[in-house]
């Protein structure tokens, strides 16, 4: 399996699960609720109750569902060093980068 693909089975897997919780996890955090994904050529269509739909790739699925989780993006960051082997500053500035826009289309 190659790293690629491990990041696309345990992102959608974790998203599918959170998406059928997501009412549930709309009234315990700031998190709009997942109604649905859907995989696309260009990575991943995350439509949201409220209608909204943001697309993400594999590791921006892997990331929104770790977010959904509870987990912090130092926890993050270090399961995508020890999965990609990519160096730890330039994965926490990409995610950094990433959860900022989430904020700002007022996902989290």
């Known amino acids: 399996m190659t790293r690629r693909t491990f990041l696309k089975?345990?992102?959608?897997?974790g998203?599918?699960?959170?998406?059928l919780k997501g009412n549930a996890l709309a009234q315990t955090s700031n998190y709009k609720s997942i109604h649905y994904i859907e995989e696309t050529t260009n990575g991943y269509n995350v439509i949201f109750s409220d209608g909204s739909i943001m697309n993400v790739n594999e590791t921006g699925l892997y990331v929104l569902g770790r977010l959904k989780e509870g987990a912090s993006i130092n926890q993050i960051v270090n399961e995508l060093c020890?999965?990609?082997k990519k160096d730890p500053k330039t994965i926490g500035e990409d995610i950094e980068v990433f959860v900022d826009n989430l904020r700002v289309l007022k996902i989290i």
């Open 9 to 13: 089975v345990i992102g959608v897997v």
């Open 82 to 84: 020890e999965i990609t």
């Open 15 to 19: 998203l599918m699960g959170i998406a």
